[in-house]
């Protein structure tokens, strides 16, 4: 049964795009909506060659309805940095809501409302923290996460600020298309492992 994660965050920046994209190759059979009028996406799709994943450039606010047409195994929504326009419709129409959180105390402090809304919604949820420094003990910064009670797991891996997902962007290409073996394929293949037990318990 196909399911649909939609990526979010209030704050703009934070990684949503790069998750988003490098988690659909992963995925292999997938459909990328592109909800974001910045449409970075939509152009990432125009630099690959590849048939999966399919993007598509879509309104927030349709994209519910275009996924009664989705055909393939997962669906993934990347959104703007904003819950306005259409984003709490489209964690509504998806079945797992993933949060990127780029630590910091801002960050950190604009993350309660995208929690508030995501409980209205009703939706499984999770945190996963992005742009981590490489020498940054991410274990204590996750620990710190889960101290704070903030009512969603955080996923125990953590991605890291890597120049192969910069790199691979400008290509069209997720990091496992450019290196199986490459500190950034791993992270985001154990954060892919583990959104799918997640999902599918
Ligand atoms: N883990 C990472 N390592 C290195 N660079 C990263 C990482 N995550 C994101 N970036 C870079 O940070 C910038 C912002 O990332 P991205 O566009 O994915 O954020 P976003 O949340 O989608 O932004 P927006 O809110 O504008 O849509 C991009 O240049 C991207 O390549
Ligand atoms: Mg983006």
Redesign the pocket.
């Known amino acids: 049964m196909t399911k649909t994660i939609a990526i979010v965050s209030r704050k703009g920046g934070v990684g ?2 790069t998750i988003c994209s490098n988690l659909a190759v992963l995925a292999v059979n997938a459909t990328v909506l592109d909800c ?1 009028d ?1 449409a ?1 996406l939509a152009d990432w799709g125009d630099r690959r060659s590849q048939l999966y994943p399919q993007v598509i450039s879509i309104a927030a606010k349709r994209a519910a309805s275009y996924l009664q047409t989705t055909k393939t195994e997962w669906n993934f929504i ?1 959104t ?2 904003t819950l306005d326009g259409g984003v709490i419709e489209v964690m509504k129409a998806s079945d797992f809501v993933l949060v990127v959180l780029r630590y910091g105390q801002f960050e950190l402090d604009s993350v309660s409302t995208t929690l508030s809304a995501i409980q209205v919604t009703g939706k499984p949820a999770a945190i996963v923290l992005n742009h981590i420094h490489p020498n940054t003990k991410a274990s204590e910064l996750i620990h710190d996460l889960e101290a704070a009670e903030l009512g969603i797991p955080i996923a125990p891996i953590a991605i890291r600020l890597r120049t192969d997902f910069q790199n691979a962007a400008v290509q069209g290409m997720g990091v496992a298309e450019l290196s199986k073996s490459s500190k950034a394929s791993q992270e985001i293949m154990q954060l892919w492992q583990w959104l799918q037990q997640a999902i599918n318990p």
Request: aromatic content about 0%.
């Open positions: 949503k795009s974001d910045q970075t990347d703007p940095g």
